[in-house]
């Protein structure tokens, strides 16, 4: 079974620095792209970018660009999300998600809460 | 302001069939497949339609896709109290080199 297992839920201060991860099993890590959303409270889906895990190639929106970096280690299957300096803007529900070319993400890590505030 | 327009909401009772709406341009949904998710309460997006009309493995034939031009269509029949949900469509844009998404349509089963 294809499956996306994402790190737990954090709590953090603004400027603080944190990355978020999520792990691949039940296939070839490699073969498919890895895409990021964030889902903020009651609100919808926003695609932030993603990573070929075959060569760390990624393609960012530029709503994010600048402020987040996406990363994989393709020999532990597992691909991140970080910030260098979290504002509590940042507070919201990211989910990772395979990917294939055309964007078809499927299927969906379970998601990490991130809540930052003072 | 999302690049795909859905309604924000739509309801019907159950066994009636509901459509939502989504509307783009032809640098996302003129020139791409569009794909549906169904967000379920307090869990994460699941795919639902890909590349416009195809159901995934374990999803019921009530559930179908369709495009023409620049809009797609999500269509349930048949409703049931289960699929009171957010649907989300999505598409890549071309011109964005980004992966859009619609806002969201709340389906209320009455």
């Known amino acids: 079974e294809v499956q996306l297992v994402q790190s737990g839920a954090e709590v953090k201060k603004p400027g603080e620095s944190l990355r978020i991860s999520c792990k691949g099993s039940g296939y070839s890590f490699t073969s498919y792209w890895i895409s990021w959303v964030r889902q903020m409270p009651g609100k919808g889906l926003e695609w932030m970018g993603r990573?070929?895990?075959?060569?760390?190639?990624?393609n960012y929106s530029p709503s994010f660009q600048g402020h987040v970096t996406i990363s994989a280690d393709k020999s532990i299957s597992t691909a991140y999300l970080q910030w260098s300096s979290l504002k509590a803007s940042d507070t919201a529900m990211y989910y990772c998600?395979?990917?294939?070319?055309?964007?078809?993400?499927?299927?969906w890590g379970q998601g990490t809460l991130v809540t930052v505030s003072s | 302001q999302s690049v795909l327009t859905q309604p924000p909401s739509a309801s019907g009772t159950p066994g009636q069939r509901v459509t939502i709406s989504c509307s783009g341009s032809?640098?996302?949904?003129?020139?791409?497949?569009v794909n549906w998710y169904q967000q379920l309460p307090g869990t994460a997006p699941k795919l639902l339609i890909y590349?416009?009309?195809q159901r995934p493995s374990g999803v019921p034939d009530r559930f179908s896709g369709s495009k023409s031009g620049t809009s797609a269509s999500l269509a349930i029949s048949g409703l049931q109290s289960e699929d009171e949900a957010d649907y989300y469509c999505?598409?890549?844009?071309?011109?964005?080199?980004?992966?859009?998404f619609g806002g969201g349509t709340k389906l209320t089963v009455l």
């Open positions: 999505a598409a890549w844009d071309d011109s964005l080199n980004v992966l859009v």
């Open positions: 998600a395979t990917a294939d070319s055309s964007g078809v993400l499927d299927p």
């Open positions: 990573i070929d895990p075959s060569d760390s190639y990624t």
């Open positions: 032809s640098s996302n949904i003129g020139s791409n497949t």
């Open positions: 590349s416009n009309n």
